[in-house]
């Protein structure tokens, strides 16, 4: 009965998705796939974490180790025994970010308040953490705009130095009196800081300024600016305080200078292969106890660099040592090395939320603003871990290396010729000539797979968890069965905030992955994410400059812009005037009003762009905000909109050579029964297949770099160069058919009348910009104003390859 239960259960799975990866572990290899297609293996054994943790420091004796953890949900520090490797205390904070330092004496803890704009100040008495004082630098956000970053105190504990990331300044503190005597201004905002080793002079890494800068501590002023790599980071300076290590994020490198003369006497490559190509994200270092070896955080490769630099200068490469998701800070103990994983050990499902369940347990999941609400919000949903591994002998480095090789789909052949096969419009290296020749990519706001295309038959999707079906998305589900049906994608982002930066340039930069967080979790800071601040540009640009640069010609329709007003160099002069960029207010067919209008236009003149980016926004809502469009006339505008396009643009001359590409930036807004960064995702032009369901496993790296082959781009990071192309999507044999729109089934000017709790919620939230509004109070309203407002959430289901996972388990017991 049991075999034949699991050959059931395997024609189903095989049947309904092929062979199809999918994130989780692999119980023959033991990998874990993420949902970007990279895999991981930690070495060592791991403890839990909180959300986020960014930071972490070492007593001096050794005893203690803290943690600050900096995300979207509960914000806390940590204080553990290193003895025995478990926490001993832990105090929740309102506000925090990165900053961290222990006295020397080890009898307090010092700990940013971040948008409070304070330094708390721990006592520590009998292994815990007593109730903090504060040390005030100014107003709390939004009055002032400090957020101290990077701590450190001198030996007797009559300075206390700490750096900022808003007001870009130096703070000399007595800790003491809690006394403010000296604030620097510096030219550029900052992440860290480290004494030298006689304490008269402090060294500052300018995350923004590409340098480091010294700061006389005698004249109390900047003496120096020291050239080094783009986004520098963490500091670390050796015992005899001669050798300064930086972490540079952008990259992907290690500048080694010499404080004798402040000059870069070597900067270590940290990338697995010879690539200049963004996305290790170099951003932690520790050195080993005889300071022979280098142990370097790549965040975005999640391993360790290991080199020998017993001979400053000539460093060598030892090989890598594989961790946890998005390595942020390392640390060595006696023989153990340390490191703290953003982002934990493994990707999650979220089929409970964000949304009402029927009552509430104990399964540990956030509590939400109602008290039934148990919540997996993607902002906070994974947590993170610490790493203890034994310091690896030769051989066992050997191993650990060729682990990280193995969990790497990046490699460097693959940047100059993608995967793919001959006689596919989508070509695979540049220089290769492609059948299409007008690419239109269509960028929408924050969907899950489950929560539109969870009623497709053909695809894995479940069906209760489905708010926007086919009657509300009527065009979207002819997409996907006219054309190629993609249940197996899975965006780079969790949030707009780095949504639009991945949908864009195939990475998102240290400073806005270590930022969003705070101002998601409505703490302040600022959040201009989508081209507004430099700082938080990947080094090369995003895929307009890259455009740009080739030679390529390029428009954007409200993406990175507002009616004509570019956030970036490279979009001034290519940007439609008429195209607004988000505003709820604003309806979706007024934005396809605009680029049908500017289309016609530059059709007739014959110089329509190769390359264009449409902003098709209102799928993102307005919750049940009195007055304000409803949650499904929003979306069913939306899908209005996108099948007017499809519609327009196949009925023009150029739809010979024209393919469409359509995306949601993140998948924040739902439950999704396989991963919450799956999302409905589209292709469709005439080289697409027809009736295809394709279960293979993409990302949006994946869309970028077919977009990329198309136009003869360059890969932008490690993670296009790296993604699976879609070219089992295509066909060398076009289908000229045009597609003609279907028409809404609902009124699409229906706005919220009634007046409830969800309504009243409502009127709280900020939609002004993206992701303005709270999003797990967001998401309650959208699931009650479809559902009803008392309604509950179903039972949850679990797709079949878990089933499968289970009952094999089952039987081997």
Same mark, same amino acid.
Not at 30 to 43: C, R, T
Not at 310 to 333: A, D, H, R
Not at 345 to 365: F, H, L, R, W
Not at 721 to 740: I, V
């Given at each position: 009965?049991? *075999?034949?239960?699991?050959?059931?259960?395997?024609c189903?799975?095989?049947?309904q998705?092929g062979?199809?990866q999918?994130?989780?572990k692999?119980?023959?290899?033991?990998?874990?796939?993420?949902?970007?297609?990279?895999?991981?293996?930690p070495?060592?054994?791991?403890?839990?974490?909180?959300?986020?943790?960014?930071?972490?420091?070492?007593?001096a004796?050794?005893k203690?180790?803290?943690?600050?953890?900096n995300?979207?949900?509960?914000?806390?520090?940590?204080?553990?025994?290193?003895?025995?490797e478990?926490?001993?205390?832990? *105090?929740?904070?309102?506000?925090?970010?990165?900053?961290?330092?222990?006295?020397?004496?080890?009898k307090?803890?010092?700990?940013?308040?971040?948008?409070?704009?304070?330094?708390?100040?721990?006592?520590?008495?009998?292994? %815990? /953490?007593?109730?903090?004082?504060?040390?005030?630098l100014?107003?709390?956000? =939004?009055k002032?705009?400090?957020?101290?970053?990077?701590?450190?105190?001198?030996?007797?504990?009559s300075?206390l130095?700490?750096?900022?990331k808003?007001?870009?300044?130096?703070?000399?503190?007595?800790?003491?009196?809690?006394?403010?005597?000296?604030?620097i201004?510096?030219?550029?905002?900052?992440?860290?800081?480290?004494?030298?080793?006689?304490?008269?002079?402090?060294?500052?890494?300018?995350?923004?300024?590409k340098?480091?800068?010294?700061?006389?501590?005698?004249s109390?002023?900047?003496s120096?600016?020291?050239?080094?790599?783009?986004?520098?980071?963490?500091?670390?300076?050796?015992?005899?305080g001669?050798?300064?290590?930086?972490?540079?994020?952008?990259?992907?490198?290690?500048?080694?200078?010499?404080?004798?003369?402040?000059?870069?006497?070597?900067?270590?490559?940290?990338?697995?292969?010879?690539?200049q190509?963004?996305?290790?994200?170099?951003?932690?270092?520790a050195?080993?106890?005889n300071?022979?070896?280098l142990?370097?955080?790549n965040?975005?490769?999640?391993? /360790?660099?290991?080199?020998?630099?017993?001979?400053?200068?000539?460093?060598?490469?030892q090989?890598?040592i594989? $961790?946890?998701?998005?390595?942020?800070?390392?640390?060595?103990?006696g023989?153990?090395?340390?490191v703290?994983?953003?982002?934990?050990?493994?990707?999650?499902?979220n089929?409970?939320?964000?949304q009402?369940?029927?009552?509430?347990?104990?399964?540990?999941?956030?509590?939400?603003?109602?008290?039934?609400?148990?919540?997996?919000?993607?902002?906070?949903?994974?947590k993170?871990?610490l790493s203890?591994i034994?310091?690896?002998? =030769?051989?066992?480095?050997?191993?650990?290396?060729?682990?990280?090789?193995?969990?790497t789909?990046?490699?460097?052949?693959?940047?100059?010729?993608?995967d793919?096969?001959?006689?596919?419009?989508i070509?695979r290296?540049?220089?290769?000539?492609?059948?299409? %020749?007008?690419?239109?990519?269509?960028?929408?706001?924050?969907?899950?797979?489950?929560?539109?295309l969870g009623?497709?038959?053909?695809?894995?999707?479940?069906?209760?968890?489905?708010?926007?079906?086919?009657?509300?998305?009527?065009?979207q589900?002819a997409?996907a069965?006219?054309? $190629?049906?993609?249940?197996?994608?899975?965006?780079?982002?969790?949030?707009?905030?780095?949504?639009?930066?991945?949908?864009m340039?195939?990475?998102?930069t240290?400073?806005?992955?270590?930022?969003?967080?705070?101002?998601?979790?409505?703490?302040?800071?600022?959040t201009?994410?989508e081209?507004?601040?430099?700082?938080?540009?990947? *080094?090369?640009?995003?895929?307009?400059?890259?455009? +740009?640069?080739?030679?390529v010609?390029?428009?954007?329709?409200?993406?990175f812009?507002?009616?004509?007003?570019?956030n970036?160099k490279?979009?001034?002069?290519?940007?439609?005037t008429?195209?607004?960029?988000?505003?709820?207010?604003?309806?979706? +067919?007024?934005r396809?009003?605009?680029?049908?209008?500017?289309f016609?236009?530059?059709?007739?003149?014959?110089? $329509?762009?190769?390359?264009?980016?449409?902003?098709?926004?209102?799928?993102?809502?307005?919750?049940?905000?009195?007055?304000?469009?409803? =949650?499904?006339?929003?979306?069913?505008?939306?899908?209005?909109?996108?099948g007017?396009?499809?519609?327009?643009?196949?009925?023009?001359?150029?739809?010979?050579?024209s393919?469409?590409?359509?995306?949601?930036?993140?998948?924040?807004?739902?439950?999704?029964? $396989?991963?919450a960064?799956?999302?409905?995702?589209?292709?469709?032009?005439?080289?697409? %297949?027809?009736?295809t369901?394709?279960h293979?496993?993409?990302?949006?790296?994946g869309?970028?770099?077919t977009m990329?082959?198309?136009?003869?781009l360059?890969?932008?990071?490690?993670?296009?160069?790296?993604?699976?192309?879609?070219?089992?999507?295509?066909?060398?044999?076009?289908d000229?058919?045009?597609?003609?729109?279907?028409?809404?089934?609902?009124?699409?000017?229906?706005?919220?009348?009634?007046?409830?709790?969800?309504?009243?919620?409502?009127?709280?939230?900020?939609?002004?910009?993206?992701?303005?509004?709270?999003?797990?109070?967001?998401?309650?309203?959208?699931?009650?104003?479809?559902?009803?407002?008392?309604s509950?959430?179903?039972? =949850?289901?679990?797709?079949?390859?878990v089933?499968?996972?289970?009952?094999?388990?089952?039987?081997?017991?």
């Amino acid at each position: 009965m049991k *075999k034949s239960f699991l050959l059931l259960i395997l024609c189903f799975f095989f049947v309904q998705n092929g062979f199809a990866q999918r994130p989780g572990k692999n119980e023959s290899t033991q990998q874990i796939l993420l949902p970007n297609g990279w895999k991981l293996s930690p070495a060592g054994h791991s403890l839990q974490l909180g959300d986020l943790p960014l930071n972490m420091q070492l007593s001096a004796s050794g005893k203690y180790i803290a943690i600050t953890n900096n995300g979207q949900s509960t914000q806390s520090l940590q204080l553990l025994d290193a003895r025995t490797e478990k926490i001993i205390d832990e *105090k929740v904070l309102s506000k925090s970010w990165y900053g961290i330092a222990f006295s020397k004496d080890e009898k307090h803890l010092y700990a940013s308040g971040g948008n409070d704009n304070w330094i708390l100040d721990f006592n520590i008495q009998n292994d %815990k /953490l007593g109730k903090s004082d504060t040390i005030k630098l100014g107003p709390i956000w =939004p009055k002032g705009k400090i957020s101290p970053a990077g701590i450190v105190v001198n030996k007797n504990n009559s300075r206390l130095y700490t750096v900022t990331k808003e007001d870009s300044s130096l703070y000399i503190i007595n800790p003491t009196e809690k006394q403010i005597l000296k604030k620097i201004q510096l030219p550029a905002i900052a992440y860290s800081c480290v004494l030298s080793a006689d304490e008269s002079k402090l060294y500052v890494s300018l995350w923004g300024g590409k340098s480091i800068a010294v700061i006389d501590l005698v004249s109390e002023s900047i003496s120096q600016r020291i050239p080094v790599g783009d986004h520098p980071n963490e500091l670390l300076l050796n015992k005899k305080g001669n050798i300064l290590f930086v972490a540079n994020a952008n990259d992907n490198t290690v500048s080694v200078i010499n404080t004798s003369n402040n000059k870069v006497i070597e900067t270590i490559a940290t990338t697995l292969y010879a690539t200049q190509l963004t996305g290790s994200t170099t951003n932690g270092l520790a050195l080993s106890t005889n300071e022979k070896t280098l142990y370097i955080a790549n965040a975005d490769n999640n391993c /360790l660099a290991v080199f020998d630099v017993s001979k400053p200068g000539v460093s060598q490469s030892q090989g890598f040592i594989p $961790v946890g998701w998005y390595p942020t800070s390392v640390k060595v103990l006696g023989s153990k090395i340390l490191v703290t994983n953003g982002k934990g050990n493994t990707p999650m499902a979220n089929p409970q939320g964000p949304q009402p369940i029927s009552k509430v347990d104990n399964s540990g999941y956030h509590m939400g603003s109602t008290s039934n609400s148990r919540l997996q919000y993607i902002a906070g949903l994974f947590k993170g871990t610490l790493s203890f591994i034994d310091a690896p002998k =030769p051989e066992q480095l050997k191993v650990y290396t060729k682990q990280v090789y193995a969990n790497t789909p990046f490699t460097d052949k693959r940047t100059i010729t993608a995967d793919g096969e001959a006689g596919n419009p989508i070509p695979r290296k540049q220089g290769e000539k492609s059948p299409i %020749k007008h690419v239109f990519y269509i960028i929408k706001e924050n969907r899950t797979y489950d929560q539109v295309l969870g009623d497709m038959p053909k695809g894995n999707g479940d069906s209760t968890l489905t708010l926007f079906g086919r009657k509300i998305t009527p065009n979207q589900h002819a997409f996907a069965e006219n054309y $190629v049906l993609l249940d197996n994608f899975y965006v780079d982002a969790e949030v707009s905030a780095d949504g639009h930066n991945w949908s864009m340039a195939a990475y998102a930069t240290d400073v806005v992955e270590k930022t969003w967080p705070t101002s998601y979790g409505a703490r302040g800071g600022s959040t201009t994410f989508e081209g507004g601040r430099p700082v938080t540009y990947p *080094k090369g640009g995003f895929i307009w400059d890259y455009c +740009q640069r080739a030679g390529v010609s390029y428009r954007s329709y409200g993406e990175f812009g507002d009616y004509g007003k570019a956030n970036i160099k490279s979009l001034q002069g290519h940007i439609c005037t008429a195209s607004p960029g988000f505003d709820m207010d604003i309806k979706d +067919q007024v934005r396809v009003d605009a680029w049908q209008h500017d289309f016609d236009s530059l059709l007739v003149a014959g110089v $329509v762009p190769q390359f264009n980016t449409l902003r098709i926004s209102n799928d993102h809502t307005s919750g049940q905000k009195k007055g304000k469009y409803s =949650p499904q006339a929003a979306v069913a505008d939306n899908d209005l909109a996108v099948g007017r396009i499809l519609e327009h643009l196949s009925h023009s001359k150029i739809w010979k050579e024209s393919v469409v590409f359509i995306l949601e930036d993140d998948a924040q807004n739902g439950p999704d029964h $396989v991963d919450a960064h799956r999302s409905p995702a589209y292709v469709v032009g005439p080289y697409v %297949k027809r009736n295809t369901p394709v279960h293979t496993m993409y990302s949006t790296s994946g869309f970028l770099r077919t977009m990329e082959l198309i136009l003869g781009l360059p890969p932008m990071s490690q993670y296009d160069a790296a993604a699976m192309p879609l070219y089992e999507c295509f066909t060398a044999t076009p289908d000229f058919t045009p597609y003609n729109v279907i028409q809404p089934l609902i009124d699409l000017d229906t706005r919220n009348v009634a007046v409830n709790e969800s309504s009243r919620r409502s009127e709280l939230f900020n939609f002004a910009k993206e992701d303005s509004a709270p999003d797990l109070d967001l998401n309650e309203v959208v699931w009650k104003s479809v559902k009803g407002e008392q309604s509950v959430m179903p039972a =949850p289901k679990r797709s079949a390859f878990v089933i499968l996972e289970k009952k094999k388990k089952d039987d081997d017991d």
